[in-house]
């Protein structure tokens, strides 16, 4: 196709929006972009936006493939015809709406509630930002059979998103997500959306909610006594100009901690992120004030949560008195044992206990729970696979714990998402009880990797924007699937996982199994030399992610440098083998 070339299919969907019921300031956009930019036309409309690991999340912007009034018009109406017929015995169908501090949040949320109380559904809506995991707690808190979150999480400013949750508030999956899809699809024409909301059925919520979901999290502590000892414990804490700046702070003096630092500049709510090129915790430069603010105030730890509080980035003090940032394996590794252990000595175990992970989290959650008799489960990537082991599970079993790699960790199961709020609270009480043992985090963490070996992990993305990158990243899933690699690294593959397939492949004995999990475009090599390598296209943003895993024994904390250094090596020999850099 040439580059000014339109692609018809994206005419046809911009053409539909032009003679249909769409205002002036939409229809005049399309003329431009038809005019002046076919590239963006294409983008904007060469496909409807669609629910991921997620849920829907895109940029900002007119046509079937952007966040703008019509879509999330769209999507709600799907959501409200669905829920409709879910609930049809229902006296009163009712929602919870909560957003972020993105730019057009209320907008959205605004749209979003006026077309699920015009289709007859009551919605509580909080009156400012809050972070998404309270949502999450307040479907439940106020039996409601949905909820939707306005975030795109930890995108850059010019997305934003739509996460849907069910009534056990964890977000949608099979097969809600397909049918709210469905339903959604299913409106062909624009005038079948009712924006004209009943302002009757719409109820603010806020403070209330505030004080029980803290008062929640309160009951997770385990070490009380111990944070009386240690609550000069100095913490630094930004929320990334996002929902955290109310709430974490507030769970962390709930706990009991005395010394909590904020960054002021970060704590101005504004969804253009002045002080960030990313608002993503996984980011080194994401924490660099807070970091700066934390060697101005001899803090001992440096806490960082994304726009919707979700996620929470950790920097720690090595050796050297320097800050180091942990990942999110590292930091799941840590509360963990913190957790497994502290349930022991608190005589709480009684070998009816569960975790979860997913499946390209560290291996080393599984052995750590191993030791204490503690059930595991390993799920899909994404919150929602969790939330659905904790629902399953309910009245038979006790969860203790859950996260993801990504920096997304659950402590109980009040809330079905993961949770900054709490983890915050939680890390905080684990480096207070380090603390105690005259121990840092970090030193807690060595020592972990002393006595179950030396687990590391890191993950690169490769990105590929737009129509043709979405493409190139099916057609490389295909290629690894029909010709995979015979060996990595000069380490023979002795086992595939193919989520996709749902089958496991033993290279070794050359047997087949079959893998109990929904359908998923994931796959997962394993050598001989102990590396784990997943590939998986991400479901909200145009890229692919590769999961290292590496591990080695660490006899003695004194050598811990070195056997980083060489599993750092290893995994950049595995990358350049693959060329992926």
Avoid at 76 to 85: D, E, F, H, P, R
Avoid at 124 to 152: C, N, W
Avoid at 563 to 577: A, G, P, S, T, Y
Wanted: glycine content about 6%.
């Amino acid at each position: 196709m040439e580059k000014n070339q339109i692609d018809p299919f994206a005419m046809e969907k911009a053409n539909e929006w032009l003679a249909g019921n769409y205002d002036a300031e939409t229809k005049a956009a399309i003329r431009q972009m038809i005019a002046n930019d076919p590239q963006e036309l294409i983008e904007s409309f060469y496909r409807d936006l669609e629910f991921g690991t997620g849920g829907l999340r895109g940029i900002m912007g007119v046509g079937t493939n952007r966040m703008n009034k019509y879509t999330v018009g769209k999507a709600t109406q799907g959501l409200a015809n669905y829920v409709l017929k879910m609930f049809p015995n229902q006296d009163a169908i009712s929602a919870v709406i909560a957003y972020d501090c993105r730019n057009n949040n209320t907008f959205f949320a605004q749209i979003t509630a006026d077309v699920l109380s015009a289709n007859g559904i009551k919605v509580y809506i909080f009156d400012a930002l809050r972070p998404t995991p309270e949502l999450s707690f307040a479907i439940r808190e106020l039996k409601a059979q949905i909820g939707v979150m306005i975030t795109a999480s930890h995108n850059p400013k010019e997305y934003n998103g739509y996460k849907v949750y069910w009534d056990d508030g964890g977000q949608l999956i099979n097969p809600h997500d397909v049918n709210v899809v469905n339903e959604a699809l299913a409106i062909q024409d624009i005038n079948d959306v009712n924006f004209e909301g009943n302002k009757k059925l719409q109820i603010s919520i806020g403070q209330d909610l505030d004080q029980k979901y803290i008062a929640a999290i309160q009951t997770l502590s385990l070490s009380p006594e111990i944070i009386k000892k240690q609550n000069d414990l100095k913490i630094v804490y930004t929320p990334i100009h996002g929902t955290g700046v109310k709430l974490v702070p507030m769970a962390l003096k709930a706990f009991g901690f005395k010394k909590v630092y904020n960054v002021p500049e970060q704590d101005v709510v504004d969804g253009n992120f002045p002080t960030v090129k990313s608002p993503n915790p996984e980011e080194p430069a994401a924490l660099k004030m807070a970091i700066e603010k934390a060697l101005q105030v001899g803090a001992d730890v440096v806490m960082a949560t994304d726009p919707d509080a979700d996620r929470v980035g950790i920097a720690v003090r090595d050796d050297s008195n320097e800050f180091v940032l942990l990942n999110g394996n590292q930091t799941a590794a840590l509360l963990s044992h913190y957790l497994f252990t502290k349930w022991k000595e608190n005589k709480l175990l009684d070998g009816n206990q569960f975790m979860v992970k997913t499946i390209v989290t560290s291996e080393l959650l599984i052995d750590m729970a191993n030791k204490y008799g503690i059930d595991t489960y390993d799920v899909l990537t994404g919150f929602k696979f969790i939330a659905d082991i904790i629902k399953k599970l309910e009245g038979k079993k006790k969860f203790i714990g859950g996260g993801e790699e990504s920096y997304g960790f659950l402590v109980g199961d009040f809330v079905r998402d993961k949770d900054a709020v709490s983890a915050c609270a939680m890390v905080a009480e684990t480096a207070a009880w380090a603390a105690d043992q005259g121990m840092k985090l970090m030193d807690l963490l060595k020592n972990i990797y002393v006595e179950y070996g030396f687990y590391y992990e890191t993950l690169i993305s490769v990105v590929k924007k737009g129509k043709a990158g979405a493409e190139a990243i099916q057609e490389l899933m295909v290629a690894y699937r029909q010709n995979p690699p015979k060996t990595i690294n000069h380490s023979k593959v002795i086992r595939i996982k193919d989520y996709q397939k749902q089958m496991a492949f033993d290279l070794i004995a050359h047997t087949e199994k079959p893998i109990d999990l929904p359908k998923s475009n994931v796959l997962q090599f394993f050598t001989a030399d102990g590396t784990k390598i997943s590939v998986r296209p991400s479901g909200t943003e145009p890229k692919i992610k590769y999961y290292f895993g590496v591990k080695a024994d660490l006899t003695s904390v004194d050598d811990y440098e070195k056997v980083h250094n060489q599993l750092k090596e290893r995994i950049r020999e595995i990358i350049e083998d693959m060329k992926l850099q």
